[in-house]
């Protein structure tokens, strides 16, 4: 889709702009930790896309109308135990890290529940554009039209809360630099930040203790650190008496310990909010300790970010489950929410709305279970036979973790007859609309050649409830993470994607 954003046509011009945009992004904390040259001390721009990418305005406008009905969707799925429970029976057969988080789930359930009943959730749902919707109107009638898929909700450690609103910004000065003043109307605002932040001030502020801290709980190296710290430097900035300590689970193991009221002790801090930016997959609980003292934070009177229960309805299990029939009215009572929502997790496509020469739909990347059943014996199959047409993906988060093309082929083939298989899902493969653009990374020589590239675009929302009432429920931004059109992960920490903001076309 071109933009009309003019950009230079001679070389040393482009040049000279990419330059300017790299500069801007070191001065301005658009940064990361280099994982090939790692240096505590240094940091680097993260990868970014030159001019914003484009995406339509309506598609973005519907997805943030949706992100409030999802909070409550999946605060309302976390609450039930039983639910969990009954999804995820045969998965924690097979899956041991799914096992120790539903373990640490089932123990503080029969303890009566954790001390605290509040919870705070920062959640993103991440959604594609895809091209190979059905090409027939309701009359039969062949159309062109543009719909959305939803690819996954993340509920715990959903980053790009800093990296998302300063992509925005640096494209806000990238445009300025083109001279085209008018088109920044056209990236929409993202407050990302001050209100994830502000969402845990006022969790900080119900726990009811001034001298209390947030806790942030990081990885053992962590690379992506001005998206943790720019959260740490907004909290301060939004209220100077709130104070943020960085800990990683093994020392907390070392240090945490549960006060005469079940407060949670680090150190010499009581905690108030716990905030998870690590604790997501497997290599994170170095030890039979690490895990331990995910339980005894889960006990605690502090307020958790996620909840294990938070963590567990993020499974691609539970998300799969709910495109069951009936399964969203369990949760949602107004049945026209109920069928919205009931679409995108369905992958059936749904009109929402109409603008010439396309019909605007949203649907999901359909998830198919592996279970021992003839469902799941016809989903190996499908795998089998067309895998290019799909991605295989665990229960976990992090990136990287997914199987594509001859590798689903031949994992499955081999997990063919294994109880192992129930632990993975199958999803269709979403085939989104390529645009070119320039990637600018610091490690590359290949920012002067314009890339087919494709976007991924999260919503985020933040909600604090407990299980009776909703304190607060908000949209809480956006992200857009951009990757070459001939990869499959897209991830900026894990060095596949880069940052980018969305230019809204009608």
């Not at 914003?52 to 409550?72: D, H, V």
């Not at 909290?235 to 006060?259: F, H, Y």
């Not at 494709?454 to 857009?480: Q, R, T």
Request: charged share 25%; with cysteine; aromatic share 8%.
């Amino acid at each position: 889709m071109d933009l009309n954003l003019h950009l230079p046509t001679s070389k040393k011009e482009l040049e000279e702009l990419m330059e300017k945009a790299k500069d801007w992004a070191l001065m301005h904390g658009m940064c990361m930790k280099s994982k090939q040259n790692f240096n505590k001390n240094v940091l680097q721009f993260a990868p970014f896309i030159l001019v914003p990418s484009p995406f339509p305005r309506k598609e973005f406008e519907n997805a943030c109308t949706m992100q409030t009905t999802l909070n409550i969707l999946i605060h309302r799925v976390a609450q039930d135990y039983n639910f969990l429970k009954e999804t995820l029976e045969e998965t924690i057969k097979v899956d041991n890290f799914t096992k120790e988080l539903f373990d640490i789930c089932t123990t503080v359930h029969k303890e009566g529940g954790s001390a605290q009943k509040i919870s705070l959730c920062v959640l993103r749902s991440d959604l594609m554009l895809d091209t190979t919707c059905p090409k027939e109107d309701m009359n039969k009638k062949c159309i062109p039209y543009c719909c959305w898929k939803q690819v996954e909700i993340n509920t715990i450690a959903s980053g790009f809360g800093w990296l998302g609103p300063v992509s925005t910004e640096l494209h806000k000065f990238v445009l300025e630099e083109l001279g085209c003043y008018e088109k920044i109307k056209n990236l929409p605002e993202n407050n990302a930040l001050q209100i994830i932040c502000s969402s845990m001030i006022e969790a900080w502020k119900m726990y009811g203790n001034q001298e209390a801290v947030i806790l942030f709980v990081v990885e053992d190296i962590t690379y992506n650190i001005c998206d943790q710290r720019f959260h740490e430097f907004e909290i301060r900035k939004q209220n100077p008496n709130v104070k943020v300590i960085r800990r990683n689970l093994t020392q907390l193991a070392a240090s945490a310990k549960l006060g005469l009221k079940k407060e949670l002790i680090v150190d010499d801090y009581i905690v108030s909010v716990v905030y998870y930016r690590c604790g997501y997959e497997p290599g994170q609980y170095h030890t039979r300790k690490e895990w331990d003292v995910r339980l005894l934070i889960e006990r605690s009177l502090a307020i958790k970010c996620p909840t294990i229960q938070y963590h567990l309805a993020g499974t691609k299990k539970v998300q799969q489950a709910l495109a069951k029939p009936g399964v969203i009215n369990k949760f949602l009572e107004n049945e026209k929410i109920c069928a919205e929502i009931k679409e995108i997790f369905t992958g059936k496509p749904f009109i929402l709305t109409i603008h010439t020469p396309y019909y605007i739909m949203i649907c999901c990347a359909e998830l198919y279970a592996l279970d021992f059943n003839e469902h799941g014996d016809a989903a190996i199959e499908m795998g089998i036979a067309n895998p290019h047409h799909f991605v295989l993906k665990p229960q976990r988060e992090g990136g990287c973790n997914n199987k594509y093309g001859l590798d689903i082929k031949h994992f499955l083939e081999s997990m063919k007859h294994k109880q192992e298989r129930v632990a993975w899902i199958l999803m269709n493969k979403i085939h989104p609309p390529i645009h070119k653009s320039y990637m600018i990374r610091p490690e590359s020589d290949m920012s002067m050649k314009l890339q087919e590239l494709v976007s991924e675009l999260g919503i985020f929302g933040v909600i604090i409830a407990d299980e009776n009432n909703v304190y607060v429920n908000k949209l809480s931004g956006h992200m857009l993470r951009t990757k070459l059109a001939t990869a499959n992960e897209g991830g900026v920490a894990t060095g596949l994607g880069a940052c980018d903001s969305p230019y809204l076309i009608d």
